[in-house]
């Protein structure tokens, strides 16, 4: 539940100065394997200019409910932009790992082999996730408690509402 919530948080944090692409990733919850989940493939399905339209006006969103200062913003985004080019780079990895994954488990690879490139997509995963946290540990210390309790029942209610248009969607 606490990862959930820290979770939640930098998703936030990234959507009031991200890209579309960051924030996507940090909303879209990881599964335990290195499949792409059927949440994820739906994402891939939209647009990316309605994709880049509605990330805009949800961070506009986020902005204008979380009341953040022209500072805060212009701090949010010097972090951002911080680990911005380690966090793509360890995203491209994870995701030509994954996709070799996906063609080993359909293919005739060992099963030593399938393991080790699944230890491979488990590693990048925490990497990740690492520099994610750190990212989140420096955008939270900007934000007042208010604001870091009402981002936090934001995203708890845009969780919810990805929920349940997962929920209408499974198979």
């Known amino acids: 539940m606490l990862i959930r919530h820290l979770s939640v948080i930098a998703t936030i944090c990234t959507l009031t100065v991200g890209s579309t692409s960051s924030a996507l990733a940090a909303a879209t919850p990881k599964s335990d394997t290195a499949l792409t989940p059927p949440s994820n493939q739906l994402l891939a399905q939209r647009r990316p200019e309605q994709s880049k339209q509605k990330f805009e006006e949800e961070r506009g969103r986020f902005i204008q409910e979380l009341n953040l200062t022209e500072q805060q913003q212009r701090q949010m985004k010097a972090i951002r932009q911080k ?12 995701k030509s790992a994954r996709q070799q994954l996906g063609n080993m488990m359909v293919g005739t690879e060992s099963n030593s082999v399938i393991r080790a490139k699944h230890r491979q997509v488990t590693t990048l995963q925490q ?21 870091r309790r009402k981002f936090a029942q934001m995203i708890e209610q845009r969780w919810e509402r990805a929920r349940n248009r997962f929920s209408r969607n499974s198979f």
């Open 127 to 147: 990497k990740l996730g690492e520099l994610r946290f750190e990212t989140m540990l420096e955008m939270r210390e900007v934000l007042t408690p208010e604001q």
């Open 83 to 94: 680990y911005q080019g380690q966090i793509s780079q360890q995203q491209q990895e994870l």
